[in-house]
């Protein structure tokens, strides 16, 4: 645990990207027209950015290479704590620049953010990713590996933005019953992932087997990575329900 | 209040439509697990061979589902019935909505893709010692009810609030059960006392959930070594019983809250009504041991709480409830609508459900009769003909309510078909356990079969009934959706 916290690998890139995207959202927020300014929107964007720190620089990173059940912590801290907290922090972002760029972008993100194309777009990138050579080929190549975990949490950025009022170009779900819907199939999609693998009689992904040396003890540790993603995604989307529910 | 006062008003529309998805959600679930349970009986009757692996899987997914269906359709249909009178919190109900949800997944994902077939009652320590299921299933599963208790504890603190608003005592009838000679012309409605009993049983009953699932948990990831197996059995049947329990005093409160309209007369609180209810609170946590007499290592004074808890449990339901309710409608003008006909047949099922359970919980009877097809007879009854017969005549009424469209005469027909299909369903699982027929068994003898293929035409003719009523529900319900939305709220 202790290694967990203090073994960190910083990637030049990643910092400086981080950095400067936290700056600039604070820069953006600075000028946030009424006073006092909102501190949700700042602590939930520099709590996204935590968050993608702990999943790609923490020593999460490397053992997920070890093991599946640290690499589908990897894959939850992206899509189920960073994901939602950059949209809750993008408000700022979205109210200051969203008007200056003008209709089609505004379609655009108005038709990209339908809850039915998020979701459908969530559960594509989620199972599409877990597919065994899609997995096994990210874990061979750095670079398909940042692609997988970038798409991850766009696709789930996405995915809970439609719970978010913009105020402008992001569409909405209007009522308790569509988001209780939403919530409960999303949740019910990644959950069934999730239940394949851990109760699958056998080691899907031969990176794993390779790397552990054991037949058994890789399906273990599948059975434990498929319970982490079957309970923690459950236990996420219950506690959504209270923050985005609204009795209406 | 007038008996046959709107049910949408100015203000509940939110929750209304909160309530037919709990209704219909829930009793699709009814549906779905009754055809699992037409399923069991045609490998019983050796017309349909379904390996033991399955059967046990199916068994464990049709108890589960049917006592958390009938349990949601119910609290879906009570917060409908008290909304006419106080405020309930729709966000409330849809949070409760989807923790039960997620936690029906869990155990649902656990059956099927994880073999999990403990039976729904998860006894420890079967669920970590399966052949044919890992470990990680038997943790979902407890997870599964972790959640579900959750949800009971959301809903039933959402109903608490909204009952309670104006003062606890006045929620219970205090002032009725305490004052008794005075007038009480401000007496709150029975249906926002049983509101409020249910309520308070759910939540005291989600603690002992906890000290069940909790342990085992812990046991799981490794922090406690062995959890007593005893203390575990004690806890899960305080839990599980009193919840599969829970179900007939909430749907209760949905006879409570439409029989006057059906009866054009009100329904008071009266002295017997509110002692009655207060008892309820109490009596319902006694009867749950009656499934461990057969334990030696159970001390006696439990057994003997039991046996005495059980038939102190009968009076509230039988003296003031059954009674009460066939007051009600003796002599009065009533509207025979597939609903009230229905819910009249819940009344008789509560009752004949009831003595089965009675006479189960006779520690002499119990010692011949507890492992035989007895006790799903009697749950059956109770169930099939007492509360989802109560659920579906509410969910019939509230569609046709809010679609204006009036009760079929035809339907009627349904109703006693589905009173016919499932008396008979029930009376030949009574038939078998006085036949010492054993229960929980995948495979039955060549001499057992021949009840369950007399009892299969019965199962098939409730498929009817309810494939009648549930298309005339389907046809209104999109309508009377719809009506709650453009309700002033």
New interface residues.
């Given amino acids: 645990m202790v290694a967990l916290v203090t073994g960190w690998q910083w990637h030049p890139l990643l910092g400086a990207t981080l950095l400067a995207s936290g700056l600039g959202h604070a820069a953006v927020w600075w000028r946030w027209p009424e006073r006092p300014r909102p501190l949700v929107p700042l602590m939930a964007w520099w709590g996204g950015l935590l968050a993608v720190a702990i999943a790609a620089c923490s020593r999460l990173d490397p053992l997920s290479d070890a093991r599946l059940s640290a690499h589908m912590v990897q894959h939850e801290v992206l899509t189920f704590a960073a994901a939602p907290l950059l949209v809750v922090g993008m408000r700022p972002v979205t109210l200051a620049l969203l008007p200056r760029l003008g209709s089609p972008v505004a379609r655009w993100g108005h038709a990209l953010t339908r809850p039915r194309v998020t979701w459908v777009l969530a559960a594509v990138t989620l199972w599409v990713w877990h597919w065994p050579a899609f997995y096994d080929c990210a874990l061979a190549h750095p670079v398909v590996h940042d692609v997988e975990h970038a798409t991850l949490l766009t696709a789930y950025a996405l995915y809970w933005s439609p719970f978010v009022a913009f105020g402008y170009a992001v569409a909405a779900l209007r ?3 569509a ?2 819907l939403y ?2 199939t999303g ?2 999609q990644s ?2 992932l999730g ?2 693998l ?2 699958k009689g056998t080691a899907v992904y031969p990176h794993y087997v390779g790397v552990i040396a054991s037949g058994e003890l890789a399906l273990r540790d599948q ?2 990575a ?2 982490i993603m ?2 923690s995604g ?1 236990a996420v ?2 506690a959504a ?2 923050l985005t ?4 | 209040m007038d008996p046959e006062a709107p049910t949408l008003n100015a203000t509940n529309g939110s929750v209304l439509q909160a309530a037919i998805v709990y209704l219909v959600a829930g009793l699709g679930t009814v549906v779905v697990m009754g055809l699992l349970g037409l399923l069991m009986r045609l490998d019983h009757a050796g017309i349909l061979v379904i390996s033991a692996d399955w059967f046990y899987r199916i068994m464990t997914l049709h108890g589960a589902g049917m006592v958390s269906g009938l349990l949601f359709a119910g609290f879906g249909g009570l917060a409908a019935v008290v909304s006419v009178d106080v405020r309930v919190s729709s966000r409330g109900l849809w949070i409760g909505l989807l923790v039960f949800l997620t936690g029906m997944m869990l155990v649902v994902f656990a059956i099927v893709f994880g073999a999990f077939a403990a039976g729904w009652t998860v006894l420890d320590p079967l669920p970590y010692q399966g052949k044919t299921w890992t470990v990680a299933a038997g943790v979902t599963v407890y997870i599964g009810y972790l959640f579900t208790g959750l949800a009971i504890v959301v809903v039933c603190a959402t109903l608490l609030r909204a009952t309670t608003a104006q003062g606890f005592g006045r929620a219970l009838a205090w002032d009725v059960l305490f004052h008794p000679g005075r007038s009480h012309e401000a007496e709150v409605r029975p249906p926002v006392l049983i509101a409020t009993v249910v309520a308070i049983v759910g939540l005291l009953l989600v603690v002992a959930g906890l000290a069940y699932l909790v342990p085992l948990l812990l046991e799981a990831a490794g922090a406690v070594k062995h959890v007593d197996t005893l203390l575990a059995k004690n806890t899960v049947f305080l839990f599980g019983h009193t919840m599969a329990n829970l179900c007939i005093y909430v749907a209760a409160g949905l006879v409570y809250g439409t029989l006057p309209r059906f009866a054009r007369r009100p329904w008071h609180t009266t002295w017997p009504v509110a002692l009655a209810w207060n008892s309820i609170i109490f009596v319902i946590f006694f009867p749950w041991s009656h499934h461990l007499y057969q334990d030696f290592v159970q001390p006696l004074g439990l057994q003997i709480l039991s046996n005495l808890g059980s038939f102190a449990g009968a009076f509230p339901s039988f003296v003031v409830t059954i009674v009460g309710a066939l007051a009600l409608v003796y002599g009065a003008d009533l509207d025979w609508s597939p609903s009230a006909i229905l819910m009249l047949l819940g009344v008789w099922g509560w009752v004949l459900g009831g003595l089965g359970a009675i006479l189960d919980a006779v520690v002499p009877i119990n010692q011949v009769m507890h492992n035989t097809m007895w006790v799903p007879a009697h749950f059956h009854t109770y169930n099939m003909v007492g509360v989802a017969a109560f659920v579906w005549a509410y969910l019939y009424h509230l569609a046709g309510e809010l679609s204006d469209a009036p009760a079929r005469r035809a339907s009627r027909w349904a109703a006693w078909l589905y009173g016919i299909g499932a008396a008979g369903t029930s009376v030949v699982f009574f038939l078998e356990g006085a036949h010492s027929i054993p229960r929980r068994y995948a495979v039955h003898e060549a001499d057992w079969q021949g009840y369950a293929r007399v009892a299969i035409p019965f199962v098939v003719l409730m498929v009817i009934a309810l494939a009648w009523l549930g298309a005339e529900i389907l046809a209104r319900i999109g309508r009377a959706y719809r009506r709650t939305r453009l309700a002033p709220s």
């Fill in positions: 009522t308790d019953a988001r209780t919530l409960a949740g019910t959950g069934l239940a394949l851990a109760f059975q434990l498929g319970l079957l309970v459950a989307f219950v329900a209270p529910l609204r009795g209406k």
